[in-house]
C-alpha cells in the first residue's frame, strides 16, 4: 500500500517533489519500503487551482485544509508554504489529527519549533525538518546520525545564499551594496523586502536550529545575535583583501566554560580557509569536533531540486518508520539543558574601523583606549577617509565580548572617533 502524503502549498519546492518521485521511483521506494503518493495539495483559492491545471498538474488540488485533516488516508502532511500563519496552525491541527509533519519552514521552527516538536513528541508522531537548514545540505541528519558518538565544538556556517551572492559580487567584482542588492533583487535571490537575507536574520533562524542538533541545546531565538552586511562599504572588502581575508555572513555555534555562544555576524575569513571558497549563492556549514576534527558540508543552500531533495528524504524516512514500525522517534534525539554563554567567555579576533580626523596625536590618544581596557593590537593601517580625515582600522588579538562591549562604549565616548564598523576576524 502506497503512503499518501498532502502537500500545503505548491510553490517553488512543492513543484519540485514530483519530479523526483517520477525520476527515482525505484530508489525512492526500496529506500521507503512502500510508494509515495501524492494524494491531495491544499492551495489559496479556486483561482490557483484553476492554474495548476492549465499548467496541466492533475493533483487532487484542495482550498480546505480539513478536506487533509478528516481523510484518514493521508499519513503524512508537508507545509511548504513558509511564513508562521497559517503555516502553524495547519502544522498544529495536522499532528492533532494524528498526521506525520514535513515542513522545510525555518523561521516557523526557529521562533515556535519547540512548541511543535513537543506536541509531536507527545503524540508520537514525527516532525521533521531537513530542508530548513541550507535546504539541500543534509546536516541537521548528519550531525544528528554520523555525529553520535563526536562532540562538536564549534559550528561556523555560510548559511544564507542571497547575502553570500552579494558579498561575492562586492568582493571580485568591487560592487557597492547598493549595486549587490539591485542584481540580488534582479535574479529573484533576494525577495522585495529583503531584510531577513541582509539583515542576518535568516541565518540567525538555521543557527538557532542547528543548535539543536549540535549542542542538544534548544535557543530562543532571540539569544542570537544578529548583525547583516548592510554596513560593509568597499573600503572594508579592500582592506580585508590587503591583510589576506575574504568577508562573509558567518552564523557560529560555540561551546564556551560557561555554555553556548551563537551569533551571526560579518566576518574575515583568511584566505586559505575552507569558508572562504564559498562563494555566490552556496552554503556551506563548517564542523569542529574532538574525534572527525574539522568537516566541511557544502552544498545549495536553496532552490527547487535541492530543496524537494531534503523534503523527501524526511518523507522517505517517515514511511521507512512507518513500515518498520519505529514511528514516533524525535528528528533529534540529543538534548541537554540549555545555558548560554557568559559575556566574557566568549572569545574572537575583532576587525575594528574607526575614523578620526587626520591629526598628529590621534593615533596615540586611539591606542590608549585600546590599551586601557587591555586589548591588545594585531594589526594596525591607517588610510585616508573623505574630507581629510583619517580611517584606522585595527585587528585585535582575542577578547572577549565583555571587553569589546567596554572598548566601543570608551570609543564612541572619546570626543573625535566615529567607530564605522566592526567584525568578527577567525584566527587564534
Ligand atoms: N533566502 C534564503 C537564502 C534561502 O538566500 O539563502 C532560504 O533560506
Known amino acids: 500500500m502506497a503512503v499518501k502524503i498532502a502537500l500545503l502549498g505548491f ?22 519500503g512502500s510508494k509515495i503518493e501524492i494524494a491531495k495539495v491544499l492551495v489559496r483559492n479556486n483561482a490557483e487551482k484553476q492554474g495548476l491545471e492549465e ?136 525577495e522585495s523586502d529583503p531584510t531577513n537575507d541582509v539583515e542576518g536574520i535568516d541565518a540567525a533562524y538555521k543557527v538557532a536550529i542547528l543548535s539543536q542538533f549540535a549542542f542538544g541545546m534548544t535557543l530562543d531565538f532571540n539569544d542570537v545575535k544578529h548583525q547583516g552586511i548592510s554596513s560593509i562599504t568597499p573600503e572594508d572588502v579592500l582592506i580585508a583583501q590587503k591583510l589576506g581575508y575574504v568577508i562573509k555572513l558567518v552564523g557560529s555555534l560555540e561551546e564556551t566554560k560557561s555554555g553556548i555562544a551563537a551569533g551571526v555576524m560579518p566576518t574575515f575569513i583568511p584566505q586559505d580557509h575552507p569558508l572562504a571558497s564559498v562563494s555566490g549563492v552556496m552554503n556551506a556549514v563548517f564542523v569542529e569536533s574532538i574525534g572527525i576534527g574539522e568537516s566541511m558540508f557544502y552544498g545549495p543552500g536553496a532552490g527547487q531540486k535541492p530543496t524537494a531533495t531534503s523534503v523527501m528524504a524526511d518523507i522517505i524516512r517517515i514511511s521507512r518508520r512507518l513500515k518498520d514500525n519505529t514511528i514516533g522517534k524525535a528528528f533529534n534525539e540529543f538534548k541537554v539543558e540549555t545555558k ?89
Open 55 to 190: 499548467k496541466g498538474y492533475d493533483y487532487h488540488f484542495v482550498t480546505s485544509i480539513e478536506e487533509i485533516l478528516e481523510d484518514s488516508e493521508i499519513d503524512i502532511v508537508v507545509e511548504l508554504m513558509g511564513r508562521i500563519e497559517p503555516a502553524k496552525s495547519f502544522i498544529i491541527s495536522a499532528l492533532n489529527a494524528g498526521k506525520h509533519v514535513v515542513t522545510a519552514n525555518k523561521d516557523l521552527i526557529a521562533l515556535h519549533g519547540k512548541e511543535i516538536r513537543e506536541l509531536a513528541e507527545q503524540l508520537h508522531l514525527a516532525f521533521y525538518y531537513e530542508a530548513a537548514v541550507a535546504g539541500g545540505i543534509p546536516i541537521l541528519r548528519t550531525l544528528a546520525n554520523s555525529f553520535t558518538s563526536d562532540k562538536i565544538t564549534r559550528v561556523l556556517g555560510v548559511l544564507n545564499g542571497t547575502s553570500n551572492f552579494m558579498m561575492t559580487k562586492m568582493v571580485e567584482e568591487g560592487w557597492s551594496y547598493e549595486e549587490a542588492l539591485n542584481k540580488a533583487q534582479a535574479l529573484g535571490y533576494a
Open 340 to 428: 548560554l554563554a557568559d559575556k566574557k567567555d566568549i572569545s574572537s579576533l575583532y576587525y575594528l574601523a574607526i575614523e578620526t580626523s587626520d591629526e598628529k596625536g590621534q593615533l596615540l590618544r586611539l591606542t590608549k583606549i585600546f590599551n586601557d581596557q587591555d586589548v591588545s593590537l594585531r594589526q594596525v593601517l591607517q588610510d585616508k577617509a573623505k574630507d581629510g580625515r583619517a580611517r584606522v582600522v585595527t585587528i585585535t588579538h582575542a577578547v572577549s565580548e565583555k571587553q569589546l562591549d567596554d572598548l566601543t562604549q570608551k570609543i564612541s565616548e572619546e570626543e573625535g572617533f566615529q567607530l564605522l564598523n566592526r567584525f568578527k576576524v577567525l584566527g587564534d
Open 11 to 32: 510553490g517553488t519546492v512543492a513543484s519540485g517533489l514530483p519530479f523526483l518521485i517520477k525520476e527515482n521511483t525505484n530508489k525512492i521506494e526500496k529506500a521507503a
